[in-house]
C-alpha cells in the first residue's frame, strides 16, 4: 500500500511515516515504478510498535534499539539469552513508564475532581 493508506492504517501522519523512514525506523518495503513508497503489514506493524514507544517517551535511538532486537530474535543465529535480555529491560522500562503515567494520571483526575468540586461550591 501506498504511504496514505499505511498512516491511515496506523493513525499516523504522511509526516511522521516519512519522519521515521529519515531516522531509520522503518523503510518501505519497496517502491513503485513511479518512487512511491510501499508499505507492507509487517512494516505497518514495525510502525504500530513505533506508535506505542512514543507516549512512554522511548526515544528514536531506544525505538531503533528495541525494533533491531525484535528482528534479530529472529534469526536463529543470534545470542538469543543476550537478546532476550535486552528485550526484558525494553520491558521493565515500559512498565516503570507505565506506572509514572499512571501516577500522573491519578494526580490530574483528583486535580479535576477539586476544580469541579470549586464550581459546586459557588454555584458553577
Same mark, same amino acid.
Given at each position: 500500500?501506498?504511504?496514505?493508506?499505511?498512516?491511515?492504517?496506523?493513525?499516523?501522519?504522511?509526516?511522521?511515516?516519512?519522519?521515521?523512514?529519515?531516522?531509520?525506523?522503518?523503510?518501505?518495503?519497496?517502491?513503485?515504478?513511479?518512487?512511491? =513508497?510501499?508499505?507492507?503489514?509487517? *512494516?505497518?506493524?514495525?510502525?504500530?510498535?513505533?506508535?506505542?514507544?512514543?507516549? $512512554?517517551?522511548?526515544? $528514536?535511538?531506544?525505538?531503533?534499539?528495541?525494533?533491531?532486537?525484535? *528482528?534479530?530474535?529472529? *534469526?536463529?543465529?543470534?545470542?538469543?539469552?543476550?537478546?532476550?535480555? =535486552?528485550?526484558?529491560?525494553?520491558?521493565?522500562?515500559?512498565?516503570?513508564?507505565?506506572?509514572?503515567?499512571?501516577?500522573?494520571?491519578?494526580?490530574?483526575?483528583?486535580?479535576?475532581?477539586?476544580?469541579?468540586?470549586?464550581?459546586?461550591?459557588?454555584?458553577?
Amino acid at each position: 500500500m501506498q504511504i496514505g493508506e499505511a498512516a491511515d492504517r496506523v493513525g499516523l501522519s504522511i509526516r511522521t511515516l516519512r519522519h521515521y523512514e529519515e531516522a531509520g525506523l522503518v523503510r518501505p518495503s519497496a517502491r513503485s515504478e513511479g518512487g512511491f =513508497r510501499l508499505y507492507t503489514e509487517p *512494516d505497518l506493524d514495525r510502525l504500530r510498535v513505533i506508535k506505542r514507544m512514543k507516549p $512512554l517517551g522511548f526515544t $528514536l535511538d531506544e525505538m531503533r534499539d528495541l525494533l533491531t532486537t525484535l *528482528d534479530t530474535l529472529s *534469526d536463529p543465529a543470534g545470542d538469543r539469552a543476550a537478546l532476550l535480555e =535486552r528485550l526484558a529491560a525494553f520491558h521493565s522500562t515500559a512498565q516503570t513508564r507505565v506506572q509514572q503515567l499512571r501516577d500522573q494520571l491519578e494526580l490530574a483526575e483528583d486535580f479535576a475532581g477539586q476544580v469541579a468540586e470549586q464550581m459546586r461550591r459557588h454555584g458553577g
